[in-house]
């Protein structure tokens, strides 16, 4: 009975020591796992000051074609070819963020973010990123105040990465 008790506590051992390598390898998928969300979540955040500075480009020269078409419209001629370009243009911003489009008796549009002014007739309000309480950047705009993302591009990104990607490392 003294070498059957010998092997239970070699087989009890060798559990144990199988267990223990389980643990470790699954500890470092953990790690690994983790890591690579992080890496996502930095990317998303990369992402979100990108299509800021987007949305930002997309407004100026939107803003800058209001001023060409009124200019030719006030000439009495037809900005047919200025006005599809901006119309391509706001269909790109529209992608990203969910516009208003308020056309005006002088050629000229004003495009809203859930009510707020991001072009009227040339002049094109900015937006920004700061930073939240957990460094993800954080689209405003550069005079203050937050903007409503609604169910573009931009907004989807910032919901992954703030719900979904921080969920799973939580």
């Known amino acids: 009975s003294g070498e059957s008790a010998v092997l239970r506590?070699?087989?009890?051992?060798?559990?144990?020591?199988?267990?223990?390598e389980q643990a470790s390898t699954l500890t470092q998928r953990f790690a690994r796992d983790a890591a690579q969300l992080t890496t996502l979540v930095d990317g998303a955040n990369f992402q979100v000051g990108q299509q800021v500075a987007q949305v930002n480009d997309l407004a100026t020269q939107?803003?800058?074609?209001?001023?060409q078409i009124q200019r030719v419209s006030v000439s009495g001629d037809h900005p047919n070819d200025l006005a599809d370009q901006r119309d391509l243009l706001?269909?790109?911003?529209?992608?990203?963020?969910?516009?208003?489009?308020?056309?005006?008796?002088?050629?000229?549009?004003?495009?809203?973010?859930?009510?707020t002014a991001l072009v009227e007739h040339d002049v094109a309000r900015t937006m920004t990123t700061i930073p939240d309480g957990n460094g993800h950047s954080v689209p405003t705009w550069s005079s203050g105040g937050s903007v409503s993302l609604g169910t573009g591009q931009l907004g989807a990104l910032v919901s992954v990465r703030d719900t979904t990607l921080v969920g799973y490392l939580d």
């Open 90 to 115: 706001l269909d790109q911003l529209n992608r990203i963020l969910p516009v208003t489009i308020d056309p005006k008796a002088d050629g000229t549009v004003t495009v809203l973010v859930a009510g």
């Open 9 to 20: 506590i070699a087989r009890t051992l060798a559990a144990r020591a199988a267990g223990v």
């Open 62 to 67: 939107i803003a800058s074609l209001n001023s």
